[in-house]
C-alpha cells in the first residue's frame, strides 16, 4: 500500500530565505506521481508542483523546486526566497498509475514565515 | 478557464439530517474526487467518479455516497448525519485518463458542521 510521510509537523523560516519541506513515501509501483499542495487557512488546496517517477530532472515551478531522490523515496519541497504568503500548511501527496488509484496525502507541514 | 467550484460553501446541520454537496470540475475534465478533511484524520479518501460510475472507493461507510453527471458535475450525500461528520469537503478534478501522471485540481471545499 502506498504511504507518505512529512516528519515535520511545524516549521518556521524568516522572510527572504530558502526552506526545505521532507517528504519521503513507500510504494511498491515502478510509476507514479509526486505532487505538493499549499493550503492556506482559507481552506483551498492549492497544486504548486509535480514530479513524475521517470522524470530525470528535478520539476521547478517558479520559487518551488522538488529535490527527487527516487533511491531513498524522497521528495523533498524547497521554497526559495520565502515570503509572508507562503504560510500555510504543505501536503505531500502520491498517485500510483495502476488503476488510477486514488491520491494519497501526508499529514502536512505547518510552515510560517517570519518577517 | 473556470477552476473547481463547489457548494454551497458552509453548510450547518443537526444529527440525523442528510446533505448533499455538490462539485463542478474544470471544463474538460472527466474524474471528480471526494475527500474529507478534519484535524484528527487528516486528508481520506472517500471516492472518485469517471465518466459517471464510481472507478474507486475509500474507507467510509454507505452513509457516504456520491454519483456523477453527464456534464461531469458530482454531487456527495452524507445520510444520518453524525458529530464526526463535521469537517471540510474537497473535490478534486482531473482529467482522468493519463494514470499516476495526472494533477488533481480541488475547489475550494464545503465546511460542514453537524450540531
Known amino acids: 500500500a502506498q504511504k507518505i510521510t512529512q516528519t515535520q509537523p511545524g516549521m518556521f523560516v524568516q522572510e527572504k530565505e530558502a526552506v526545505t519541506l521532507d517528504c519521503t513515501y513507500d510504494?511498491?509501483?515502478?510509476?507514479?506521481?509526486l505532487f505538493w499542495y499549499k493550503q492556506p487557512s482559507s481552506g483551498e488546496m492549492i497544486f504548486l508542483i509535480y514530479q513524475g517517477s521517470y522524470d530525470e530532472q528535478n520539476a521547478t515551478e517558479g520559487r518551488y523546486s522538488l529535490n527527487f531522490q527516487k533511491a531513498r523515496k524522497s521528495a523533498n519541497l524547497v521554497i526559495s526566497a520565502s515570503q509572508l504568503g507562503d504560510s500555510a500548511m504543505y501536503f505531500c501527496a502520491m498517485r500510483e498509475s495502476g488503476g488510477y488509484q486514488k491520491v494519497t496525502f501526508g499529514t502536512g507541514t505547518k510552515l510560517q514565515v517570519i518577517p | 478557464k473556470a477552476g473547481v467550484t463547489q457548494t454551497p460553501r458552509y453548510l450547518i446541520k443537526t444529527r440525523g439530517q442528510q446533505v448533499t454537496l455538490s462539485c463542478s470540475p474544470i471544463?474538460?475534465?472527466?474524474?471528480v474526487s471526494w475527500y474529507q478533511q478534519t484535524p484528527g484524520q487528516g486528508l481520506q479518501f472517500l471516492f472518485e467518479?469517471?465518466?459517471?460510475?464510481?472507478?474507486n472507493k475509500g474507507n467510509f461507510p454507505g452513509r457516504f455516497s456520491g454519483r456523477q453527471f453527464s456534464n461531469s458535475r458530482s454531487e456527495m450525500n452524507v445520510s444520518t448525519l453524525e458529530l464526526g461528520d463535521s469537517a471540510l469537503y474537497l473535490c478534486?478534478?482531473?482529467?482522468?485518463?493519463?494514470?499516476?501522471?495526472?494533477?488533481?485540481?480541488f475547489g475550494p471545499g464545503t465546511r460542514l458542521l453537524v450540531l
Open positions: 478534486a478534478s482531473s482529467l482522468g485518463t493519463s494514470g499516476g501522471r495526472e494533477t488533481q485540481y
Open positions: 510504494t511498491s509501483d515502478q510509476s507514479y506521481g
Open positions: 471544463s474538460g475534465h472527466r474524474s
Open positions: 467518479y469517471f465518466s459517471e460510475t464510481q472507478r
